[in-house]
């Protein structure tokens, strides 16, 4: 289609279901017709009851934007923005984003952003972010970021990074920062960098490692590659 143009409009106070617009191609002299159907008027939404084909619409006064089916209780809280089934249900936190089915509900924290299905849930800290299924469930640790499915689950530190699967679950130790599957699941020290095993290779020595980590095999040279040495049981690096 070389270029397409509006024509022919009248006016009318309110679209029909049933109404018909054109989409003219000029260059063929042919037209699309684009049926309106399921227009939603916001304002009939909120007359009743904020409820359209059985989902929850808010556009609220507190800058509330809620769209979500299967809703026990809306969010309370202010500023939500919430998009999902059953997103958001019985969320009285401030600042919530949530997107995904279930997420952000009974979330009563502040300045919380939660995405994917279930992430979120319960979350009672403030300025944590979950990204994944199940992330941050039932945290309540401060300034946490959770990336992976079921990281940060029933997390209680403060100031705490989990990236992988399974990181930082269970954790209760302050200022951790876990990387990998499951790194410092149920850990309960503080101050503390974590590498999940299955995300560092382990060999028999420094000659082995320095064997297997090579440009010829992949590595790229001058970063650092980090391995767990067997021989003496140390976390070493080689710079292929």
């Known amino acids: 289609m070389a270029g397409v143009k509006v024509t022919d409009l009248t006016s009318t106070s309110t679209a029909a279901s049933d109404d018909i617009f054109y989409i003219v191609d000029t260059s063929s002299n042919t037209s699309k017709q684009i049926e309106v159907g399921d227009v939603v008027n916001l304002q009939t939404a909120y007359d009743n009851g904020n409820v359209v084909n059985s989902a929850t619409v808010i556009i609220g006064t507190d800058n509330d934007f809620v769209v979500a089916t299967n809703l026990t209780t809306p969010p309370s809280g202010g500023t939500t923005i919430a998009i999902g089934r059953g997103t958001g249900d019985g969320a009285t936190a401030s600042d919530l984003i949530a997107l995904g089915t ?22 009672t800290s403030s300025n944590t972010i979950s990204i994944g299924v199940g992330a941050g469930d039932q945290n309540t640790g401060d300034n946490a970021v959770f990336l992976g499915e079921l990281t940060g689950g029933q997390n209680t530190g ?3 990074i989990g990236l992988g699967n399974g990181a930082a679950n269970q ?3 302050d200022y951790v920062t876990a990387i990998g599957e499951d790194a410092a699941n149920s850990n309960t020290l503080n101050n503390m960098f974590v590498i999940g095993s299955q995300n560092l290779p382990s060999y028999a020595n420094a000659a082995a490692a320095a064997a297997a980590i090579t440009v010829a095999l992949g590595a790229h040279a001058g970063d650092y590659y980090l391995y767990h040495d067997q021989s003496d049981d140390t976390i070493k690096v080689v710079i292929p």
């Open 158 to 160: 403060n100031n705490v």
């Open 171 to 173: 954790n209760t130790g």
């Open 102 to 123: 279930g997420s952000g509900a009974n979330a009563s924290g502040g300045s919380l952003v939660a995405i994917g299905n279930g992430a979120g849930v319960d979350d």
